[in-house]
C-alpha cells in the first residue's frame, strides 16, 4: 500500500507583491525540496492588490503545481485575508508566511521538525530586525510591554504571524469570526503547545512596505481592545481619582476661603482645572467609543470577507480522493 505524505500548507497574504513573487517561489521551492516526505500547497490570498499580483499567480500557478490562490473581491486588510485562508487550509499543518521574504522561508524544516516532536504551534521570534528604524524597534517593543501589562493571556513579544499551526490549531482559528481582528492575539488566547525559535529578521526582497504609522497605530489600538477590557478599568480608576482630588481641593479653598479669609483664585486656574478635566471626559469617551465601534461593527453580522475567485488543485485532487474511498 502506498504511504500518502502528510500535507502542509504554507499561507501567504499578498497585496501588491508583483515584484518579490519569483524570489519568494524560488526560495519555497528549494526548501520544499528538501523534504520529499512531504506534500505542499502554496496558498496565496491576494487581498484586493492593484498591480499584477493576481495575474502572476495564475501565470504561476501553470507552471507550479503546489500554487492555490484565492481573490478577495477588494481589499479587506491583512488580518481578515489571514482568516480566508484559515478557511481554505487543505493541510494537515499549515505555516504562514510573509510574502515579502523578512520571514526566511529556510526555518520551515525546523518548524516541522519540532511540529513533528508534538508542538502544536511552533512560532518565529525575532533575535533581530534589519531594516527598521530605532524608532520603529523602540515603539514596537514599548508596545508589546504595555500589551503584556494590560492582556489577560501570555503575549509572544516580538513576534509575528510566521508560525506553523497544527490542524487543531486552525480550526480554533477557524471559529472566531470577528470582524475586526488581531491575529497575534489570538494565536496567544487559543493555547495548545508551543514552542519558540529565534531568527534574524532579514529586510525586504523587493518592493515597499505595506504599512505606515497611522496603520501600526490603528493595529496597536486594535490589540490592546481585542485583548483586554484595561483601557475601560484605567478611564474609571482615572475619574475616580480626580474625583477624589477635586473633592479634596475644594475642601481646600473652602476652609482656606472660611477660616483665613483668602480670596477665591480667580479665572486662569478655574479655566485650567475646566480644560484639564475636559480633555480627560474626552479621552474616556474616545476609550468607550473605541469598544462601542467595535460591538456596533460585530452587530451587523455581514460576512468578514468575500471571495471573488479561488483554486486549489490540492482541494480538488482531496475531493477525487474523497470519491474513490466513498
Known amino acids: 500500500m502506498k504511504n500518502i505524505n502528510k500535507l502542509i500548507t504554507i499561507l501567504i497574504p499578498a497585496y ?3 515584484e518579490v513573487l519569483p524570489a519568494l ?5 528549494d526548501v520544499t525540496a528538501e523534504l520529499p516526505k512531504y506534500d505542499f500547497e502554496f496558498l496565496f490570498v491576494n487581498d484586493g492588490s492593484s ?7 495564475k501565470e504561476l500557478s501553470l507552471v507550479y503545481e503546489e500554487i492555490s490562490y484565492i481573490n478577495l473581491s477588494r481589499n479587506f486588510g491583512k488580518e481578515v485575508a489571514m482568516l480566508a485562508g484559515f478557511d481554505h487550509v487543505n493541510g494537515d499543518a499549515m505555516i504562514v508566511i510573509d510574502a515579502d521574504l523578512q520571514d ?3 526555518l520551515i524544516p525546523q518548524m516541522i521538525y519540532y511540529w513533528e516532536k508534538g508542538y ?3 512560532f518565529a ?36 504571524d510566521f508560525r506553523l499551526l497544527d490542524r487543531k490549531c486552525i480550526e ?8 475586526q481582528r488581531y491575529t497575534k492575539g489570538m494565536f496567544s488566547w487559543i493555547g495548545f503547545n508551543k514552542k519558540e525559535l529565534l531568527f534574524d529578521r532579514e529586510p525586504r526582497a523587493a518592493g515597499t512596505t505595506k504599512w505606515n504609522y497611522s496603520k501600526l497605530f490603528n493595529l496597536a ?4 481592545t481585542s485583548s483586554s477590557v484595561a483601557p475601560l478599568r484605567i478611564s474609571s480608576f482615572l475619574g475616580i481619582i480626580i474625583s477624589a482630588c477635586a473633592l479634596l481641593f475644594m475642601l481646600f479653598i473652602f476652609v482656606r476661603t472660611l477660616v483665613f479669609g483668602n480670596p477665591v483664585p480667580g479665572y486662569p486656574s478655574l479655566m485650567t482645572v475646566i480644560l484639564f478635566l475636559g480633555g480627560i471626559q474626552l479621552v474616556s469617551l474616545g476609550i468607550i467609543g473605541e469598544y462601542l465601534g467595535k460591538i456596533f461593527n460585530e452587530t451587523k453580522e455581514r460576512p468578514v470577507y468575500l471571495v471573488s475567485e479561488y483554486y486549489s488543485p490540492v482541494a480538488l485532487r482531496k475531493n477525487k480522493q474523497y470519491e474513490n474511498v466513498h
Open 221 to 224: 489600538v486594535e490589540g490592546i
Open 16 to 18: 501588491n507583491e508583483e
Open 25 to 29: 517561489l524560488k526560495r519555497l521551492k
Open 120 to 122: 502544536d504551534d511552533v
Open 172 to 179: 480554533a482559528l477557524k471559529q472566531m469570526r470577528e470582524s
Open 104 to 106: 526566511p522561508p529556510e
Open 125 to 160: 521570534k525575532r533575535n533581530t530586525r534589519a531594516g527598521e528604524t530605532w524608532f520603529k524597534k523602540w515603539s514596537s517593543n514599548s508596545y508589546y510591554k504595555i500589551l503584556e501589562k494590560v492582556s489577560n493571556i501570555p503575549i509572544q513579544n516580538n513576534t509575528g
Open 51 to 57: 498591480d499584477r499580483t493576481l495575474e502572476m499567480l
